[in-house]
């Protein structure tokens, strides 16, 4: 029986595994912390990781090793690299989970480089804005989900965009040249080097925040617009050194081309990936566990049987009172609320003070939108501020 070893716990693979008729043994590991299904041992370290791993491995050799959690994506490649599995080396990875690192690796690339200055300090903030051209934007460098990214206009502004960023996160930061243009992101599959793009997202953000409130596949896009940033993704991933499995890259289509926001190896969290599936056809949550066992099958370049949206829920600012929900949800439609009488919704919106989502499969990316749209606008969300 195949066996997989699935870091970072991630339910949707632990259970898609398993249905696949495979033997699953995960490592999970949240907030620095280890439980084991299938594998025992009680200590908690990277190294006491490591250890169990190849101990188990020498009992039963593991076939594949699958991590789609942002922070068991390392650990995933070093455990491919040390039981001697075909993956994307711990080097390639790192870059993608190193802001700075990446930006250095691109720099000499004019195709790829984008302007960037590591920030130490509020200090060294104020410098950047005084001696290179504002605004710029500043994140964690192995940050996610918009979490701790300011948009730093003057010098007026740093104060509170050093608040900002101490606030929600530890550091360190890294500030870059803002990118103005819509924002994209691409969802690709890579086998041996080649780089398949099964579809371009359109990203909806709030302007102040930068939280993404939809996604749209496929992506309204010019052909001409569809093609560049498709050239510009596959070069990236192949500068970077991806070679096998899925990648979501965030891309600005800036008025002198595309430009490369940040990169990830693994598929597209806020449900991108079951867009992907109802506007294409193609599953990304199989194809990587196929890649990894050694029967992966690339999909046709960017295949579209229809299109299909998803619109988040805001609420105001304020302790949510009651919520109203709309009738005529259709049958293949999805409005999920996860917000909660007695929440507090924040005057800046996060990722995770999003309440809820609408989502829906339509004939066309106008028509998904815009149903999406009309379902998310419908609820009803009365607050106490």
């Known amino acids: 029986m195949i066996r997989v070893l699935v870091v970072g716990g991630t339910l949707a693979l632990i259970d ?13 590991r949240t ?14 370290t990277r190294d006491a990781v490591v250890e169990l791993v190849l101990e188990a491995h020498q009992r039963r050799p593991f076939d594949a090793v699958l991590s789609l959690t942002e922070s068991g994506l390392i650990l995933a490649a070093e455990l491919s690299e040390l039981i001697g599995i075909e993956a994307t080396s711990v080097d390639a990875v790192s870059l993608l989970r190193d802001k700075v690192a990446m930006r250095e690796k691109l720099s000499s690339d004019d195709r790829l480089a984008v302007r960037s200055w590591p920030v130490p300090s509020e200090d060294a903030l104020a410098a950047i804005l005084t001696s290179e051209q504002a605004p710029v934007i500043v994140k964690p460098v192995q940050g996610t989900a918009s979490v701790g990214v300011a948009l730093v206009r003057d010098l007026v502004d740093v104060a509170d965009a050093w608040n900002l960023m ?37 990203k909806h953000t709030d302007p ?29 991933l192949s500068q970077i050194g991806i070679r096998t499995g899925p990648s979501h890259t965030e891309v600005k289509l800036t008025g002198s081309g595309p430009r490369v926001i940040e990169s990830h190896n693994r598929i597209g969290g806020d449900k991108i990936r079951e867009l992907v599936r109802r ?18 099958s690339l999909p046709a370049e960017r295949p579209m049987q229809g299109a299909a949206a998803i619109r988040f829920l805001t609420p105001p600012p304020g302790r949510i ?19 909660r009488p007695g929440d507090e919704s924040p005057m800046k919106l996060t990722s995770s003070a999003r309440a809820g989502y609408a989502l829906v499969s339509a004939g066309s990316a106008d028509a998904a939108i815009a149903r999406a749209e009309q379902i998310a606008n419908a609820v009803d969300f009365q607050v106490v501020r």
């Not at 101490?166 to 890294?174: H, L, M, T, V």
């Not at 930068?210 to 498709?230: G, T």
């Not at 009172?321 to 917000?339: N, V």
């Open 16 to 28: 898609r595994v398993s249905e696949r008729g495979f033997h699953v043994a995960v490592v999970c």
């Open 31 to 44: 907030s620095g912390e280890r439980t084991t299904h299938d594998l025992d041992g009680p200590s908690t």
């Open 166 to 202: 101490c606030a929600e996160s530890d550091g360190p930061w890294i500030a870059e040249e803002f990118l103005s243009g819509p924002e994209y992101s691409v969802e690709v599959f890579s086998h041996d080097g080649e780089h398949r793009i099964v579809a371009i997202t359109e």
């Open 208 to 236: 102040d925040s930068f939280v993404e409130l939809a996604h749209i596949v496929p992506a309204r896009l010019a052909e001409h617009d569809a093609q560049a940033i498709s050239e510009q993704v596959r070069l990236f």
């Open 279 to 296: 506007a294409t056809g193609v599953d990304l949550l199989d194809l990587t566990i196929d890649a990894a066992i050694g029967a992966v």
């Open 321 to 339: 009172a009651t919520i109203s929900t709309p009738d005529g949800i259709q049958e293949d439609e999805e409005l999920i609320i996860t917000g």
